[in-house]
């Protein structure tokens, strides 16, 4: 058996390494595997589903990387070549990803994709605009039907979905083009604005058109008087070399061409939202009654769910922590044993415990891709700062006297690190790598914001659909995983540390 070396670079290698291998999936080797992508929004979910139907039934496996979040992240994948189909709107490719370049209308986007790999593919058959609404009632007591009229309401209260608040042909463009003086404006998720609105925290919020919930909580749609939003036209966008992979994967897709419009789609929405239905199961009555294909939407029960989101969550704890442990130990050690340059090592893992974690996730997309490298990554790093502080804290600490007595033996450094030193100090170290568990354990949910699983997919889910019960199949497993892997430690702490270091009496 080879010897593993030690040091940084190899643990390094090592996380990479078992990251990919815990991410990567493979088809039967006789089906072609095709990966479809889909945003963080329902009808983009529901979307995927219908798209991965026409997959099934045409012989493919499948491969569905749901609620990825925002548009950037889901076309960067596209791009990379880590998944090849998601489906996507005319006005967002022109107002947010070839913004810049002044691309506009269907020929022009066509180009624009074909240079970057992708191809323009089916086009759905209807649009799903961007517009603003209010509670009818207090629009009507406002006098409000356009947006132009909100600027004589400048203490109205706007909440915005947080890609509205930055996108080219969202608030920065919206408040210039009507001169809007609303300073009471804030960002957060698209759901959670409905139900703010329902509940008057919010005057105003930007729609999907589509929405079901548009209905449901009778707002006023209001009127876009100045022609602000463009067209949306609900497309698929599949990689150039899709066919050559799967040969007849775009013919099976290209039967959505004009098959879904709008009222149809709302009522998809609407199974999904308001009558919470499976996306899986909604896809499938769809294909059977517009398309005539007997699509089988596989029913996993709870626990069924609940067993792979905790392997999944189990999976980037373990990776993660692993080399966490593996690179902080030896930074603990050489901050307690230099000093100077261990004040530079405890002010870097610092710094990067200060990182807000939805940005470090985002800031590993383009270098390790979308699924479990990235969160492993970053949970790597937010390990990184409990252990190596306890380490140092538990070295440092020894006593003077007992360092004497361990340099009177004779011992070499090396031998007296190992059997005097860690020892001493490895209650504290054991709590350092305890604390660095558990909040793994709880920031490993945020990682399925990028497709990484776990714990945190119910969760997301969940709140899109505004279904308690999904929200609590995420949320107490992680609290109970916690709560177990905290409890494990007790039980090591036993094992590891003398029992002559430990507050309770041997036994």
């Not at 180009?111 to 799903?128: C, V």
């Not at 600490?397 to 005097?420: C, M, Q, T, V, Y």
């Given at each position: 058996?080879?010897?593993?070396?030690?040091?940084?670079a190899?643990?390094?290698?090592?996380?990479?390494?078992?990251a990919?291998?815990?991410a990567?999936?493979?088809?039967?080797?006789?089906?072609?595997?095709?990966?479809?992508?889909?945003?963080?929004?329902?009808?983009?979910?529901?979307?995927?589903?219908?798209?991965?139907?026409?997959?099934?039934?045409?012989?493919?496996?499948?491969?569905?990387?749901?609620?990825?979040?925002?548009?950037r992240?889901?076309?960067?994948?596209l791009?990379?070549?880590?998944?090849?189909?998601?489906?996507?709107?005319?006005?967002?490719?022109?107002?947010?990803?070839?913004?810049?370049?002044?691309v506009?209308?269907?020929?022009?986007?066509r180009?624009?994709?074909?240079?970057?790999?992708?191809?323009?593919?089916?086009?759905?058959?209807?649009?799903?605009r961007?517009?603003?609404?209010?509670?009818?009632?207090?629009?009507?007591?406002?006098?409000?039907?356009?947006?132009?009229?909100?600027?004589?309401?400048?203490?109205?209260?706007?909440?915005?979905?947080?890609?509205?608040?930055?996108?080219?042909?969202?608030?920065?463009?919206?408040?210039?083009?009507?001169?809007?003086?609303?300073?009471?404006?804030?960002?957060?998720?698209?759901?959670?604005?409905?139900?703010?609105?329902?509940?008057?925290?919010?005057?105003?919020?930007?729609?999907?058109?589509?929405?079901?919930?548009?209905?449901?909580?009778?707002?006023?749609?209001?009127?876009?008087?100045?022609?602000?939003?463009?067209?949306?036209?609900?497309?698929?966008?599949?990689?150039?070399?899709?066919?050559?992979?799967?040969?007849?994967?775009?013919?099976?897709?290209?039967?959505?061409?004009?098959?879904?419009?709008?009222?149809?789609?709302?009522?998809?929405?609407?199974?999904?939202?308001?009558?919470?239905?499976?996306?899986?199961?909604?896809?499938?009555?769809?294909?059977?009654?517009?398309?005539g294909?007997?699509?089988?939407?596989?029913?996993?029960?709870?626990?069924?769910?609940?067993?792979?989101?905790?392997?999944?969550?189990?999976?980037?704890?373990?990776?993660?922590?692993?080399?966490?442990?593996?690179?902080?130990?030896?930074?603990?050690?050489?901050?307690?044993?230099?000093?100077?340059?261990?004040?530079?090592?405890?002010?870097?893992?610092?710094?990067?415990?200060t990182?807000?974690?939805?940005?470090?996730?985002?800031?590993?997309?383009?270098?390790?891709?979308?699924?479990?490298?990235?969160?492993?990554?970053?949970?790597?790093?937010?390990?990184?700062?409990?252990?190596?502080?306890?380490?140092?804290?538990?070295?440092?600490?020894?006593?003077?006297?007992?360092?004497?007595?361990?340099?009177?033996?004779?011992?070499?450094?090396?031998?007296?690190?190992?059997?005097?030193?860690?020892?001493?100090?490895?209650?504290?170290?054991?709590?350092?790598?305890?604390?660095?568990?558990?909040?793994?354990?709880?920031?490993?949910?945020?990682?399925?914001?990028?497709?990484?699983?776990?714990?945190?997919?119910?969760?997301?889910?969940?709140?899109?659909?505004?279904?308690?019960?999904?929200?609590?199949?995420?949320?107490?497993?992680?609290?109970?995983?916690?709560?177990?892997?905290?409890?494990?430690?007790?039980?090591?702490?036993?094992?590891?540390?003398?029992?002559?270091?430990?507050?309770?009496?041997?036994r």
């Open positions: 058996m080879t010897r593993r070396r030690p040091g940084a190899v643990a390094g290698r090592a996380v990479l390494a078992l990919l291998g815990f990567a999936c493979s088809a039967p080797p006789d089906r072609a595997l095709v990966r479809i992508g889909s945003k963080s929004f329902t009808e983009s979910v529901v979307l995927a589903e219908i798209a991965a139907a026409l997959l099934r039934d045409a012989g493919f496996a499948v491969e569905h990387r749901r609620e990825l979040g925002g548009t992240i889901v076309w960067n994948a791009r990379r070549g880590e998944i090849d189909v998601y489906p996507e709107y005319s006005g967002t490719l022109e107002q947010e990803v070839f913004a810049a370049g002044g506009r209308g269907l020929d022009a986007l180009g624009a994709l074909g240079a970057q790999g992708i191809r323009l593919g089916a086009s759905l058959g209807f649009e799903d961007y517009a603003l609404g209010m509670r009818e009632p207090v629009a009507e007591r406002l006098r409000i039907r356009r947006i132009s009229d909100l600027r004589e309401h400048p203490a109205l209260r706007f909440g915005f979905t947080n890609e509205f608040m930055q996108r080219a042909d969202g608030w920065p463009s919206l408040r210039a083009r009507y001169a809007l003086p609303q300073s009471d404006v804030r960002g957060l998720d698209h759901d959670l604005a409905y139900r703010a609105l329902a509940a008057g925290t919010l005057d105003v919020a930007d729609l999907y058109s589509t929405d079901a919930d548009i209905a449901y909580y009778g707002l006023r749609v209001l009127e876009d008087d100045l022609g602000h939003f463009p067209e949306y036209a609900a497309l698929l966008l599949w990689r150039a070399d899709l066919e050559a992979r799967a040969p007849g994967a775009t013919s099976a897709l290209a039967r959505l061409e004009a098959a879904i419009d709008a009222a149809a789609m709302i009522r998809l929405n609407a199974r999904v939202k308001l009558d919470r239905e499976q996306e899986a199961q909604v896809a499938a009555d769809f294909v059977a009654a517009r398309l294909i007997e699509a089988r939407a596989t029913r996993e029960g709870r626990a069924g769910r609940i067993a792979r989101a905790g392997l999944d969550h189990l999976g980037l704890v373990v990776t993660s922590l692993a080399a966490a442990i593996a690179v902080a130990l030896p930074l603990g050690i050489f901050a307690a044993k230099r000093p100077r340059a261990g004040a530079v090592v405890l002010a870097v893992v610092g710094v990067l415990q990182i807000p974690t939805l940005a470090l996730l985002v800031f590993m997309i383009p270098l390790l891709g979308i699924g479990a490298p990235p969160a492993i990554a970053a949970l790597f790093l937010y390990g990184l700062l409990p252990i190596v502080r306890n380490v140092h804290a538990g070295l440092h600490d020894i006593p003077s006297a007992l360092r004497e007595s361990a340099e009177a033996l004779g011992l070499p450094p090396a031998r007296r690190l190992w059997w005097i030193e860690l020892p001493l100090a490895s209650r504290a170290i054991l709590a350092g790598v305890k604390t660095s568990a558990v909040i793994n354990v709880g920031t490993a949910t945020l990682g399925a914001l990028i497709g990484a699983g776990g714990f945190g997919q119910a969760i997301l889910t969940g709140i899109r659909r505004d279904d308690l019960g999904l929200i609590l199949e995420g949320a107490v497993p992680a609290a109970l995983l916690a709560l177990a892997v905290q409890a494990a430690f007790d039980l090591v702490e036993r094992w590891i540390v003398p029992a002559g270091l430990r507050h309770e009496p041997p």
